[in-house]
């Protein structure tokens, strides 16, 4: 019953510490689970069956669990579960020789404060600091980073 016990807790830590370490991201459960029950295992093996059984025991654990994930990881069996797209967005980038500060231009949408602006046939998104409705015409107040303030045009 005790070799039972001692494989038992074993095998189960070492499932525990896969899942820990492949699957689930972060501390949880399971990772503590494992240890604690390849702990338990290792324990017991040193209690039951003396210093040179535990020894070998604990090294035998040691190195299977060393030599599983690096021949897990090596083999690239886990390349089909990774995720491999990649983002190509980008930010508001404004060309600044073609919107400046002073330029007119046109609402396309509402700005409710930000929205959507034609300035120098740019279609630009800009920011207001009051409601500006659809199709009225705006002027380029200033440009801050990657952002245009822009105001109602003066009559």
């Given amino acids: 019953m005790t070799v039972f016990a001692v494989v038992l807790l074993i095998v189960l830590g070492v499932l525990l510490v896969f899942l820990e370490i492949l699957v689930i991201p972060g501390t949880t459960v399971a990772?503590?689970?494992g240890i604690l029950f390849l702990g338990g295992g290792i324990y017991i093996s040193?209690?039951?069956?003396?210093?040179t059984i535990g020894h070998y025991i604990l090294l035998g654990v040691i190195?299977?669990?060393v030599?599983?994930?690096?021949?897990s990881l090596k083999s690239k069996t886990w390349n089909k579960l990774m995720l491999k797209s990649t983002i190509d967005g980008k930010t508001n980038i404004i060309n600044e020789e073609k919107v400046k500060k002073g330029d007119k231009g046109i609402t396309i949408t509402?700005?409710?404060p930000m929205g959507r602006v034609l300035i120098n046939?740019?279609?630009?998104?800009?920011?207001?600091?009051?409601?500006?409705?659809?199709?009225?015409?705006?002027?380029?107040?200033?440009?801050l980073d990657n952002k245009i303030i822009v105001k109602l045009k003066n009559k």
Avoid at 67 to 71: D, E, Q, R, V, W
């Fill in 121 to 143: 046939d740019e279609n630009v998104e800009a920011k207001s600091e009051q409601f500006i409705d659809q199709n009225v015409e705006i002027e380029v107040e200033k440009i």
């Fill in 110 to 112: 509402r700005l409710a």
């Fill in 46 to 51: 040193y209690a039951n069956f003396g210093t």
């Fill in 31 to 33: 990772g503590v689970g």
């Fill in 67 to 71: 030599l599983s994930i690096y021949l």
């Fill in 63 to 65: 190195l299977f669990i």
